[in-house]
């Protein structure tokens, strides 16, 4: 078991998992392709079943990693009943993951309405004309609802729905993972201790 109070792994990453994250992520965004804030998101429905699909970070501080959805959605009301969900961020160009699990609490409307006017202008009718996860006729229906809201907010002043807002994942874990030669891979797991510090352990690859 490795406990440190500096760094941790064999490229000495900070002991606070979230300044780790920050660098790994930084890196990713050099070399990969296409969206490195990518990340599957995994919940679990009412029955128990587990779901999982693939969202993107839109914010992460000390506080936790956030992200925005339609809260009518399938993943919206997992996460809501639930208040618990993981999250696997992986990067094929670094060879590198990071695995979260925590819980799940709603960003302040400050936060969800900042966010939602950076958003382009269709998508932000969108987030009024898709009804998530439910099922739809065709293409044109949805396409024809868009057009409707485009005439019902003819400017830029689009008020954010009632049903869309973010959620933040408050990490109780942390897994940081390195590809390594002939699968000898490097593993560590970070968890809080009882004086509020983050402890790393290794793990068997």
Same mark, same amino acid.
């Given at each position: 078991?490795?406990?440190? %109070?500096?760094?941790?792994?064999?490229?000495?990453?900070? %002991?606070? /998992?979230?300044?780790? +994250? $920050?660098?790994?992520?930084?890196? %990713? $965004?050099?070399?990969?392709?296409? @969206?490195?804030? %990518?990340?599957?998101?995994?919940?679990? @429905?009412?029955?128990?079943? /587990?779901?999982?699909?693939? #969202?993107?970070?839109?914010?992460?501080?000390?506080?936790?990693? !956030?992200?925005?959805?339609?809260?009518e959605s399938?993943?919206?009301?997992?996460?809501?009943?639930?208040?618990?969900?993981?999250?696997?961020?992986?990067?094929?160009?670094?060879?590198?993951? #990071?695995? #979260?699990?925590?819980?799940?609490?709603?960003?302040?409307?400050?936060?969800?309405?900042?966010?939602? =006017?950076?958003?382009?202008? !269709? *998508?932000?009718?969108?987030? &009024?004309?898709? =009804? =998530?996860?439910?099922?739809?006729?065709?293409?044109?229906?949805?396409? =024809?609802? #868009?057009? $409707?809201?485009?005439?019902? +907010?003819?400017?830029?002043?689009?008020?954010?729905?009632?049903? &869309?807002?973010?959620?933040?994942?408050?990490?109780?874990?942390?897994? +940081? &993972?390195?590809?390594?030669? +002939?699968?000898?891979?490097? *593993?560590?797991?970070l968890v809080?201790?009882?004086?509020?510090? &983050?402890?790393?352990?290794?793990?068997?690859?």
């Amino acid at each position: 078991m490795l406990k440190t %109070a500096l760094t941790f792994g064999e490229t000495e990453l900070p %002991a606070d /998992p979230f300044a780790a +994250f $920050e660098i790994w992520l930084r890196e %990713a $965004e050099s070399t990969e392709l296409n @969206d490195p804030n %990518a990340m599957s998101l995994a919940s679990v @429905d009412a029955d128990g079943l /587990p779901d999982v699909r693939t #969202v993107l970070l839109k914010g992460v501080d000390a506080r936790g990693f !956030v992200f925005y959805t339609n809260f009518e959605s399938r993943k919206g009301e997992e996460l809501l009943g639930q208040r618990k969900a993981a999250l696997l961020f992986h990067w094929k160009s670094r060879r590198r993951q #990071v695995r #979260v699990r925590g819980t799940i609490e709603i960003v302040s409307d400050a936060e969800a309405d900042a966010y939602f =006017q950076t958003r382009a202008r !269709v *998508s932000r009718l969108g987030a &009024w004309a898709s =009804q =998530q996860s439910r099922p739809l006729a065709s293409r044109e229906e949805l396409e =024809q609802r #868009v057009a $409707e809201l485009d005439r019902r +907010f003819p400017g830029d002043d689009i008020p954010r729905p009632p049903h &869309w807002s973010g959620l933040r994942v408050i990490p109780v874990q942390f897994e +940081f &993972w390195q590809d390594g030669a +002939f699968r000898l891979h490097d *593993s560590y797991r970070l968890v809080k201790d009882e004086s509020g510090e &983050w402890a790393a352990t290794r793990l068997n690859p």
